[in-house]
Each structure stands twice: as structure tokens, then as C-alpha cells.
């Protein structure tokens, strides 16, 4: 059974960070190419940051670039996001995003508030 758990989102105020991260159990996680989508209410999900099986290539959405940054931990099967200086368009679900060839596994998300 595949599973990918979030977890590290919170309230936070503007220009303040947190850290991401998802672990991800029945899958070989260093074959995967990991990813963090998000959704704020109303809106469609996006495509935040990539990370290739290795680590060695990354992605980033122009409205978060200079900001996050992802990072992968193959032996702890584990994925981060951290996020620094926060605006409160940030505001969204965050969501793992595991994809290998046709296959594509998701976790529940993690809710990141930026407000004042």
C-alpha cells in the first residue's frame, strides 16, 4: 500500500517560513520523481517545485523561486519544502506528488496559512 504523508504546515505570519516535508512508504522512493503541488480555495492546483530521483535536478515556479526549496532524502524516503519568506499568497493546500513513468501517487496535503 502506498502512502505519502505531510506534514510541518501551520499558521504563519508574512515573511515568516516553514518546512515541509513528506514521507512516503511502499514505493523505492529514489526511483520517483518527486513534486509539491498546492491549491488555494477557488483556484486550480499548481505545480510548486520538482526534484529529480537523484536530487540533482530542480524546479521551481516563478512565484516561488529564491524563496523554497526542495530537497529529498532517499534514505529516510522523505521530501522537504522549505519555505522562507512567506506571503499570504501562499496561502494553500500543499500537496506530495510522487511520479514514476504512468505511475502517480498523492498525499492528503497540508494546509499552510501565511496571515497577519
Known amino acids: 500500500q502506498v502512502q505519502l504523508v505531510e506534514s510541518g504546515g501551520g499558521l504563519v505570519q508574512p515573511g515568516g517560513s516553514l518546512r515541509l516535508s513528506c514521507v512516503a512508504s511502499?514505493?523505492?522512493?529514489?526511483?520517483?520523481?518527486m513534486k509539491w503541488y498546492r491549491q488555494a480555495p477557488g483556484k486550480e492546483r499548481e505545480l510548486v517545485a520538482d526534484i529529480s530521483s537523484g536530487g540533482s535536478s530542480v524546479n521551481y515556479a516563478d512565484s516561488v523561486k529564491g524563496r523554497f526549496t526542495i530537497s529529498r532524502d532517499n534514505a529516510k524516503n522523505t521530501v522537504h519544502l522549505q519555505m522562507n519568506s512567506l506571503k499570504v499568497d501562499d496561502t494553500a493546500v500543499y500537496y506530495c506528488?510522487?511520479?514514476?513513468?504512468?505511475?502517480?501517487?498523492w498525499g492528503q496535503g497540508t494546509q499552510v496559512t501565511v496571515s497577519s
Open positions: 506528488n510522487a511520479q514514476l513513468f504512468s505511475n502517480a501517487y
Open positions: 511502499g514505493i523505492r522512493f529514489s526511483l520517483y520523481f
